[in-house]
């Protein structure tokens, strides 16, 4: 027999930010700090390990290859168990793996403890995005662009803490910036089981008519195509930004300053796109995204000078803040509650695909194709596309929209 995943009633609507901000930090710890804070801390780790360059890059596709084996399976699970027991799980990972990696020295036990971290933050993810979809599915573009802001929050936290860190304990060096990243996701671990609690839709009965068919479901298979384009597109400028501004004769600071805005508006992008969506309709903010999306690649190609790449760093972090989060709430919509962590699974997969090739040919297309006006030319074409198939999909995603509410 199945137990009964443990349940209360809808939160009262002052509870919207005590439950939306615990799930944030747990984005900021798993996300942030723990993947996104890998490159950060990396120099560090390359010089105290006396690692190659081709050394701290397996460790990086050693993380990346844990995230991609088990995204797909996270929602599966979450469906089986209930949200919070996977995602608690997930973050007890990540935690485990934060404090090992501060007493190991070999290279392939730190790379275990990295598969660890990539496999952990995915079981964090997905089932956090349906447990709060589930509390609160009125504002889910509000609530989902809130969580999604947590990756970008811990790559900032990552740069600010990490030097402050090392210079605190020179001797210690990388392990103290795990000790101390260990620490903030076990409190923070701690407070989400205190706090979280799985939606009332985690003990929805479903008939085997309405239980999703992925690849029969049309829209839902679009998305996890758009979702494929977006993972392949969105990571050129935040690769190659700042070489493109070194190579067009532009200061180290200036180009330093100017990514950082990228920075800050992918942060607030996601819940400024979300918040819209709430009001205006899911279709209609997904479509203009897509345009600032093209927009965000394209600037540099015509101006490639200071006021260009400010203008696309605002542009383009704002808009993928915004793409992820509406392409994971047009998701929600296509499945019953109780399977919008296997949906969000599904599509994912395809993401994650699409940000292993896209990194792959854009490099190559800078090599020998005419530089990175070559690869941001590569964003806009993939931004057309998606925004093409979204416009094809119109009709089907405004129907389920409206079925939805």
């Given at each position: ?164 860190i090392i210079r605190v304990f020179p001797h210690d060096g990388w392990h103290a910036v795990?000790?101390?990243f260990g620490i903030i996701s076990l409190v923070v671990l701690v407070l989400s089981l ?212």
């Amino acid at each position: 027999m199945n137990s009964v995943p443990h349940v209360q009633k809808a939160p009262n609507p002052k509870h919207f930010w005590t439950l939306v901000l615990c799930g944030t930090l747990l984005v900021i710890t798993t996300t942030g700090l723990a993947r996104m804070g890998y490159g950060a801390v990396l120099p560090y780790m390359q010089k105290g390990l006396h690692l190659t360059i081709s050394q701290t890059g397996l460790l990086g596709t050693i993380m990346f290859l844990g995230y991609l084996l088990t995204v797909g399976l996270s929602g599966v699970l979450a469906v089986r168990w209930g949200a919070k027991l996977v995602l608690i799980t997930g973050s007890a990972a990540v935690v485990v793996s934060m404090l090992g990696l501060v007493w190991s020295s070999s290279f392939w036990a730190i790379g275990l403890f990295m598969f660890v971290i990539g496999a952990g933050s995915s079981l964090v993810f997905t089932p956090l995005m349906s447990l709060m979809i589930g509390w609160f599915p009125q504002q889910r573009g509000k609530v989902l662009g809130i969580l999604l802001s947590g990756a970008g929050i811990g790559m900032l936290l990552s740069g600010f803490l990490i030097p402050v860190i090392i210079r605190v304990f020179p001797h210690d060096g990388w392990h103290a910036v795990w000790l101390c990243f260990g620490i903030i996701s076990l409190v923070v671990l701690v407070l989400s089981l205190f706090v979280l609690k799985n939606p009332a839709s985690a003990r929805q009965t479903v008939s085997e008519e309405d239980k999703p068919q992925w690849l029969k479901n049309k829209e839902l298979t679009l998305i996890a195509v758009l979702y494929f384009l977006i993972g392949m597109a969105y990571l050129i400028p935040n690769l190659y930004q700042s070489s493109y501004m070194l190579e067009a004769g532009i200061s180290s600071s200036t180009t330093g300053l100017i990514y950082a805005f990228a920075g800050v508006f992918s942060i607030i992008g996601g819940p400024v796109w979300g918040s819209i969506s709430d009001k205006a309709g899911v279709q209609q903010t997904f479509m203009l995204a897509w345009i600032f999306a093209v927009l965000g690649d394209l600037v540099p190609i015509v101006m490639d000078n200071v006021w260009g790449f400010a203008i696309s760093s605002i542009i383009w972090g704002s808009s993928i803040g915004g793409l992820v989060t509406l392409i994971q709430v047009k998701a929600s919509q296509q499945v019953p509650s109780k399977y919008v962590p296997s949906g969000i699974g599904f599509i994912s997969v395809f993401y994650a695909v699409g940000q292993m090739l896209g990194p792959a040919l854009s490099g190559w297309m800078i090599e020998h194709m005419g530089g990175f006006a070559a690869a941001y030319g590569l964003g806009a074409v993939v931004y057309v596309l998606g925004f093409v198939l979204n416009s094809r999909g119109k009709v089907v995603s405004m129907q389920s929209e409206r079925s939805s509410l």
